[in-house]
């Protein structure tokens, strides 16, 4: 357990929380709680036995809330638009929009959590000494969250993971532009410790590193519209690789995460007149 700030501590991941793993945090404190759960009961080691009374989950995805059924004791609260996806397993893989046979992952071992309370952006929840504000941040997913102490200075960011290899908006339904929005809507809260869930602690160059993953996003777009000085079809730019540079083999789930992100910054492009199309194919404006 590294200590982030009074009573905040990181339980680290496996192989340094890299998916289909991550990192979360315990709050140590009157109620004794968790900002997610990570994924795989190798996780859980770095808590020890520690009782635990409410876990509050970022978003959907299994690798933050695979462990909530290690705690049947504890309340679990979610935002409200997510809260159906961890509920049911079908919602779950609706909302991913992927092919799952192609992954890491069999459907059957998607574990499903109880969502006792349902959160709305701004809540304030008191644990004891520590406050934490909801700041409903939708784009990677409709319901994801990050949690704010103000006290502290310090936001816990779950998916809004600051890696080099995101932003991630490859579901059937994340949204660029409301990522876009939740990305600066936590730059005005101008965090002096942000823990990211496949990064860990930092507490240098906050802001720098906010800045640079939204960059991220922009210079996907401009290398989209790159692609786009001939008319080409998703699957055409899907094989530019202009998102994650990183699937092997068409119809993987790198190549499935690729082509849905495309999609997204498609239909960005189409919405501003930067892109116009003719059937299957886009074509520069
Ligand atoms: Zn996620
Ligand atoms: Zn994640």
């Not at 004791?73 to 919602?91: E, K, N």
Request: net charge negative.
């Amino acid at each position: 357990m590294l200590q982030a700030a009074p009573g905040f501590y990181l339980i680290e991941g496996p192989r340094n929380g890299q998916h289909p793993y991550a990192h979360f945090m315990f709050i140590d404190d009157r109620v004794p709680t968790l900002l997610d759960t990570g994924w795989g009961r190798e996780s859980l080691r770095g808590l020890g036995n520690k009782k635990i009374d409410l876990i509050i989950n970022s978003h959907f995805h299994l690798d933050h809330m695979g462990n909530n059924d290690a705690f049947p004791g504890a309340r679990v609260w979610a935002h409200r638009l997510d809260a159906p996806a961890l509920r049911s397993r079908q919602t779950f893989v609706e909302y991913y929009g992927l092919d799952f046979s192609r992954s890491w992952l069999d459907v059957s071992e998607i574990t499903q959590s109880r969502v006792d309370r349902e959160l709305e952006d701004r809540e304030r929840i008191c644990l004891g000494e520590v406050e934490l504000q909801v700041i409903h941040t939708p784009g990677h997913s409709p319901g994801h969250c990050v949690f704010f102490c103000r006290e502290e200075s310090l936001v816990y960011g779950g998916d809004m993971d600051l890696s080099e290899i995101g932003p991630f908006y490859g579901s059937r339904v994340s949204n660029i532009d409301d990522w876009i929005a939740s990305i600066h809507k936590v730059m005005a809260l101008e965090p002096r410790i942000f823990i990211s869930a496949h990064r860990g602690i930092l507490d240098e160059d906050v802001r720098d590193c906010l800045h640079r993953y939204l960059d991220r996003i922009y210079e996907r777009e401009a290398r989209i519209i790159d692609g786009l000085q001939r008319p080409r079809t998703l699957s055409e730019l899907t094989l530019l690789k202009p998102i994650t540079g990183s699937f092997k083999e068409i119809g993987d789930l790198f190549y499935q995460i690729e082509m849905l992100s495309i999609s997204h910054h498609l239909g960005r492009l189409l919405k501003s007149g930067q892109v116009t199309r003719d059937g299957p194919y886009y074509i520069l404006s």
